[in-house]
């Protein structure tokens, strides 16, 4: 069993080695659930995926599959599918593999709260996830290793400005306004794309 200490819509925590860092990236294992050749299966295929409206989303598959039993919710154990990497200091990854698990996360955080601890230093939401402290440092310690990484070697950042849509009562658009990118966006991305480049093609 892989014990995850952190979940941010998919799940990642990492660990300090003497060499660098441990990087663990986790999906659900929703083949599991969902057999090839199935109704799901030519159900999910003929939506081919979940799609999001402002306050709404209609999802691939049934909500009792992707709310519940294939959505890693913690403190409840869940197959998944993980890439564990294996980190230098310079951010280099030296050794990689892929593998079925079965995984129990600590808690759920939002962006918010991740960017309140460790760039705000917030002592409120850091009390409140005092467990988490060194696994949450580590993460953002990493994600600073490789983000300097791919910057060095001229890789392309397309860090353009999403906005959100906030309804009136009457359900009419009220206003449209933009969404603040902070850096534990930024530190999921990163990890999303090391597990990529790794043959994560789970991801």
């Known amino acids: 069993m892989v014990k ?71 403190k409840v154990d869940r197959l998944c599918m993980v890439a564990e990497m ?18 129990n996360s600590k808690a759920r955080l939002t962006y918010t709260e991740v960017a309140k601890i460790l760039v705000e230093n917030d002592a409120d939401v850091s009390a409140r996830y005092a467990e988490l402290l060194p696994h949450l440092r580590d993460m953002y310690a990493l994600f600073q290793v490789l983000r300097h990484s791919r910057e060095q070697r001229g890789a392309m950042d397309f860090d353009t400005q999403e906005t959100r849509i906030i309804f009136a009562s009457n359900r009419k658009i009220d206003k449209i306004v933009p969404v603040v990118r902070n850096d534990a966006h930024k530190l999921i991305e990163e990890f999303m794309i090391t597990g990529q480049q790794c043959g994560g093609y789970v991801f």
């Open 4 to 74: 995850m200490r952190v979940i941010l819509m998919m799940l990642f925590t990492a660990e300090k080695t003497p060499s660098g860092w441990k990087l663990y990236v986790a999906i659900a294992d929703v083949s599991h659930y969902v057999q090839v050749n199935t109704a799901l299966d030519k159900e999910a295929k003929n939506r081919s995926t979940s799609v999001y409206f402002p306050e709404q989303v209609i999802p691939m598959l049934p909500e009792i599959l992707s709310n519940g039993l294939c959505s890693l919710n913690p």
């Open 86 to 103: 294996l980190i230098d200091v310079q951010g280099t990854v030296k050794r990689s593999r892929f593998y079925d698990a079965v995984m």
